[in-house]
Nanobody, 121 residues
Framework: QVQLVEFGGGLVPAGGSLRLSCTAS????????MAWYRQAPGRQRELVAS???????YYADSVKGRFTISRDNAKNTVYLQMNTLNPEDTAVYYC???????????????WGQGTQVTVSS
């Protein structure tokens, strides 16, 4: 019913920048919180940043001051601007959205397929 598609991953040298985007499509009435998670090899998936529909943002301590989350509600899209990347940021990054589905007006939790971010030292 709802799909999340991510773009923007890749290979970048330490100190570089990347911008991730994630667009939701399908049977969407509205979207509440949207977020980015990441999972490095051998580690648990962790929350990187989240943003409410009103624009209030939360950041993990490890990315504060370097990453910026934003969203375009009209486009059902969330962005993650990542600056001053370091090798510890290497992971698969996943988009997450709490979507109010049109057919039922119930809230479901959806995930994107993930996009690889690799930061070389």
């Amino acid at each position: 019913q709802v799909q999340l598609v991510e773009f923007g991953g890749g290979l970048v040298p330490a100190g570089g920048s990347l911008r991730l985007s994630c667009t939701a499509s399908g049977s969407i009435f509205s979207i509440n919180a949207m977020a980015w998670y990441r999972q490095a090899p051998g580690r648990q998936r962790e929350l990187v940043a989240s943003i409410t529909s009103g624009g209030d943002a939360y950041y993990a301590d490890s990315v504060k001051g370097r990453f910026t989350i934003s969203r375009d509600n009209a486009k059902n899209t969330v962005y993650l601007q990542m600056n001053t990347l370091n090798p510890e940021d290497t992971a698969v990054y996943y988009c997450n959205a709490h979507v109010v589905v049109s057919s039922s007006l119930r809230i479901f939790n959806y995930w994107g397929q993930g996009t690889q971010v690799t930061v070389s030292s």
